[in-house]
């Protein structure tokens, strides 16, 4: 009986420290795929056993997805000083060839070939917002604001910007103060409110809502009338992500939302985007440390 009961009290060890192993490798893989570019280092990679295998190749492949989610964040930087030589090279052999006599034929084709320049250039210079916007964050003036004064003032701008558009704003009485750089809460603040526009119709609510709950400040905008693919909502702040058409009209590399994330990460704080409840739209919130 005595061997027995140490037979089961042994068994009963070796499974409660297997156990609490597993969940401790597995809390520490989840604390690091929330931060992809910057994982921690797991736990039990020096072991010897099966479990230390298995935090070893975990901490590899977290390596991996690390290296790819930083290429991805500086790729579109990247490709914009790399094009700028070649489009300029290429504009200015446009212009000689556009001052020398063509036929009506060869000034159609010339025209198209503009076009499609102004385009390229266009892009160029959306792909480079977010490298410059790095910099921005790091020299931008720092001070304690009012957010909702600051949100109120950027809503009439809209109105006056976006005439016949539904905007509302839903906003508090009390103050909602925030240590910001208001120049990038604001620059956060356009490209939602632009997603919103090209995303919703003419007839579609736009709102513009900020609440205060305990030290976090939530500023949120949501539009009627479209949905998000469930498939991306967790890549929609990644470089150069789109949920839009490829056939859709205007630019969209998918660069605003991601600079917004940088924006908040500048911050300390966190966005999410999400459905509203029975389908009536969609909701963008930017979650920011209150003063």
Not at 111 to 138: C, F, H, K, N, W
Not at 184 to 207: F, M, Y
Not at 217 to 223: A, D, Y
Request: hydrophobic letters at 45%; charged letters at 20%; a negative charge.
């Amino acid at each position: 009986l005595l061997l027995t009961l140490a037979l089961v009290a042994g068994l009963w060890f070796l499974a409660t420290r297997l156990s609490r192993r597993v969940q401790s490798l597995s809390g520490a893989v989840s604390e690091a795929m929330n931060d992809a570019a910057h994982p921690r280092n797991l736990p039990m990679t020096g072991d010897r056993d099966e479990l230390g295998e298995l935090a070893r190749n975990n901490a590899r492949l977290l390596r991996a997805v690390a290296d790819y989610t930083r290429y991805l964040r500086t790729l579109a930087g990247r490709l914009s000083h790399e094009l700028k030589t070649p489009l300029a090279i290429t504009r200015s052999s446009l212009d000689n060839l556009g001052s020398e006599p063509l036929g009506p034929g060869a000034t159609r084709y010339l025209d198209r070939a503009r076009e499609g320049v102004d385009r390229q250039t266009a892009i160029v210079r959306a792909m480079s917002e977010a490298s410059r916007l790095e910099a921005a964050v790091a020299s931008a003036d720092w001070e304690t604001v009012d957010l909702a004064a600051l949100v109120a003032a950027c809503v009439e701008g809209y109105r006056s910007v976006y005439p016949g558009r539904n905007l509302t704003a839903e906003l508090p009485e009390e103050q909602a103060r925030c240590h910001c750089a208001p120049d990038l809460v604001a620059q956060a603040l356009d490209k939602l409110v632009d997603n919103a526009i090209s995303l919703a119709g003419v007839d579609e609510r736009i709102t513009i809502g900020l609440t205060v709950k305990g030290n976090w400040l939530h500023l949120r905008v949501s539009n009627t009338g479209t949905q998000l693919p469930d498939t991306l909502q967790d890549q929609l702040f990644d470089s150069l992500v789109s949920v839009r058409d490829p056939g859709a009209e205007g630019l969209h590399l998918g660069l605003g939302l991601h600079i917004v994330r940088l924006v908040v990460e500048a911050h300390g704080g966190s966005v999410e985007a999400a459905n509203l409840p029975q389908g009536e739209g969609v909701v963008f919130t930017l979650h920011l440390p209150a003063s």
